[in-house]
């Protein structure tokens, strides 16, 4: 049973132009909602967090959306960087006091020069 | 500041042998945690620990121990290695989740196979 889904296991988009990457929960009790970034041979590395009273936040090229009624949140990455290709994954913590983050399977996102 | 260091990088093991992967983290944070993560999945938390000398069970810990002795060091320990367990192992830290969103700091991570 699948709490966070990233339905699109990979993405093309040109340098330059918009990413959208996006993620769909189940569990209600999820209260804020982190996105990570991982290279090859890497470990992860955080990129941006929305807590689940807010719709938006933003840092930079990133915005990230959360549509709780929907149980949806996405990824905005404007405008596009070859550097920005690597997977994504949406890990939401599971309550206030958890201390466990529910990684999706991620979305490999490619940039195209 | 190194972050998160994992020792070894990478491992090879025979089916029924030991082993213990190594966590170190040099930013004073309480918490840490094991992942592993399988070819097409998402990480999955194995063990984590909220302070020096207390553990507890993630999703998935059959298979696995851990001890936290320092609050610098977190020990991962394959007791008898099976095939199931090859997978890449992540190690991560951070502060308290009071307040935030409880940004984990990760390590490179140690590729574990298992013959």
């Known amino acids: 049973d699948q709490q966070v889904k990233q339905n699109s296991p990979s993405l093309s988009v040109q340098e330059g132009r918009i990413s959208i990457l996006n993620c769909d929960y189940t569990?209600?009790?999820?209260?804020?909602f982190l996105w990570y970034k991982k290279y090859p041979a890497e470990g992860p590395t955080f990129l941006i967090s929305i807590s689940s009273i807010k719709d938006k936040n933003e840092d930079g090229r990133f915005t990230v959306f959360l549509n709780k009624s929907a149980k949806h949140l996405s990824l905005h990455i404007v405008p596009s960087q070859p550097g920005d290709s690597a997977v994504y994954f949406c890990a939401p913590r599971g309550g206030a006091g958890s201390y466990q983050l529910t990684f999706g399977k991620g979305t490999k996102l490619s940039v195209i020069p | 500041n190194a972050g998160v260091t994992q020792t070894p990088k990478f491992r090879v093991l025979k089916t029924g042998q030991s082993m213990t992967l190594l966590c170190a983290q040099d930013m004073n944070h309480e918490y840490m945690y094991w992942y592993r993560q399988d070819p097409g999945m998402g990480l999955r938390l194995i063990h984590y620990?909220?302070?020096?000398?207390?553990?507890a069970k993630g999703e998935v810990p059959d298979g696995y121990n851990v001890s936290r002795l320092k609050k610098q060091n977190f020990l991962l320990g394959l007791e008898s290695a099976a095939p199931s367990q090859t997978s890449v192992y992540f190690c991560a830290s951070s502060y308290s989740t009071s307040g935030g969103g409880n940004e984990q700091f990760f390590g490179p991570g140690t590729r574990l196979t298992v013959l």
């Open positions: 620990s909220v302070g020096e000398g207390t553990t």
């Open positions: 569990n209600s009790m999820f209260d804020y």
